[in-house]
C-alpha cells in the first residue's frame, strides 16, 4: 500500500517570501513522488516528479523538491512565492508499473500581498 | 496541440439518474485515467484504460463504470447516481501506461451536481 500525507490544509507566506509545502509518503516498494497545481476552474498541472535518478529535483515556476528516504519526506519548496503561486498543491505517489496516482489531500497556498 | 477535453464541464442530475460522462484524450495517447475529486475525500482514483483495456481499478462501487474507444476517447458512466456522488471528475491522459514515464495531463474536469 501507497499514500501521502501533506501537512498543512492552509499555508499563508508574504510575497517574497520562502514557499514551504510539506509532503511525507508511505510505501511498500521503491516510491515515485509528484507534485502538481491546481488553480481555480482547471485540471491539475504537473510541477516535477521523482523516479530515482536524482534526490533533488527541479520543476517549473521556480518550484523545487528534495526526496529524503530517512525522513520519508519529499517536501517543495520556493524561494520567493509570486502572487500567481496562489492555488492547491497536491503531492502524488505512485510506483513502477503502475499509472495510478495516489494524492494526498492537498494544501492550498495564500499569498499575502 | 489540444489539450485533454472534457465534456460536458457541468451537469445537474437527480439521484437515481445515470449519467454519461466524456473525455478526449490528447491525440496519441492511449491511456486514460479518471479521478473524482470532492472536498471530504479529496482525489480518488477510478479506473485506468489502455488500448480499449482496463488496467487498474479504484475502490468504488460498481455503479461507476467506464470504456474506451478505439480511437483512445474514454467516457464514464455512474449509475443511480447518490448525492454524495456529487463532485469534480477530472480525466487525465498519457502515452503508456507508467506515470513515472509520462507525464499525465489533466482535464478540466466535469462539474457534476446531484439534487
Known amino acids: 500500500a501507497q499514500s501521502v500525507t501533506q501537512l498543512g490544509s492552509h499555508v499563508s507566506v508574504s510575497e517574497g517570501a520562502l514557499v514551504l509545502l510539506r509532503c511525507n509518503y508511505s510505501s511498500s516498494v521503491p516510491p515515485y513522488l509528484f507534485w502538481y497545481v491546481q488553480y481555480p476552474n482547471q485540471g491539475l498541472q504537473l510541477l516535477l516528479k521523482y523516479t530515482s535518478a536524482a534526490t533533488l529535483v527541479k520543476g517549473i515556476n521556480g518550484f523545487e523538491a528534495e526526496f529524503k528516504k530517512s525522513e520519508t519526506s519529499f517536501h517543495l519548496t520556493k524561494p520567493s512565492a509570486h502572487m500567481s503561486d496562489a492555488a492547491e498543491y497536491f503531492c502524488a505517489v505512485s510506483h513502477f508499473g503502475n499509472e495510478k496516482l495516489t494524492f494526498g489531500t492537498g494544501t492550498r497556498l495564500t499569498i499575502i500581498p | 496541440k489540444a489539450g485533454v477535453t472534457q465534456t460536458p464541464r457541468y451537469l445537474i442530475k437527480t439521484r437515481g439518474q445515470q449519467v454519461t460522462l466524456s473525455c478526449s484524450p490528447i491525440?496519441?495517447?492511449?491511456?486514460v485515467s479518471w479521478y473524482q475529486q470532492t472536498p471530504g475525500q479529496g482525489l480518488q482514483f477510478l479506473f485506468e484504460?489502455?488500448?480499449?483495456?482496463?488496467?487498474n481499478k479504484g475502490n468504488f462501487p460498481g455503479r461507476f463504470s467506464g470504456r474506451q474507444f478505439s480511437n483512445s476517447r474514454s467516457e464514464m458512466n455512474v449509475s443511480t447516481l447518490e448525492l454524495g456522488d456529487s463532485a469534480l471528475y477530472l480525466c487525465a491522459s498519457s502515452l503508456s501506461g507508467q506515470a513515472i514515464l509520462n507525464e499525465q495531463f489533466f482535464g478540466p474536469g466535469t462539474r457534476l451536481t446531484v439534487l
Open positions: 484504460y489502455f488500448s480499449e483495456t482496463q488496467r
Open positions: 491525440s496519441g495517447h492511449r491511456s
